[in-house]
């Protein structure tokens, strides 16, 4: 069983930065893409951006791209998601999640974590 949890969600300032990280579970990290999700309140899911298995490759959605970094550390189980320019319209839950990259370059989780809030005031 793989499970992921989250941390370094919290209350920042527009303009400043937030590094979340996922600690994965198991043996087989390094097998699964891992990518991040977010969801704000009243609204869907949406995913944010997504790094493949050997970290070679990284894909964002538009609303973060040039703002956001994501990494990982395949001797360490974990995946970072760094966190630039934050705007309030950043605010919301994210997810860290571990699966396949799509054709689309987005990610087809077949793992989820707990969420972790992030709010940027204005």
């Known amino acids: 069983q793989v499970q992921l949890v989250e941390s370094g969600g919290g209350l920042v300032q527009a303009g400043g930065s937030l590094r979340l990280s996922c600690v994965v579970s198991?043996?087989?990290?390094?097998?699964?893409?891992m990518g991040w999700f977010r969801q704000a309140r009243g609204k869907e899911r949406e995913f944010v951006s997504t790094i493949s298995s050997s970290g070679g490759s990284t894909f964002f959605a538009d609303s973060v791209k040039g703002r956001f970094t994501i990494s990982r550390d395949n001797a360490k189980n974990t995946v970072y998601l760094q966190m630039n320019s934050l705007k309030p319209e950043d605010t919301a839950v994210y997810y860290c999640?571990?699966?396949?990259?799509?054709?689309?370059?987005?990610?087809?989780?077949?793992?989820w974590g707990q969420g972790t809030q992030v709010t940027v005031s204005s």
């Open positions: 198991g043996r087989t990290f390094s097998r699964y893409a």
């Open positions: 999640a571990a699966g396949t990259i799509t054709p689309r370059y987005t990610l087809r989780a077949d793992y």
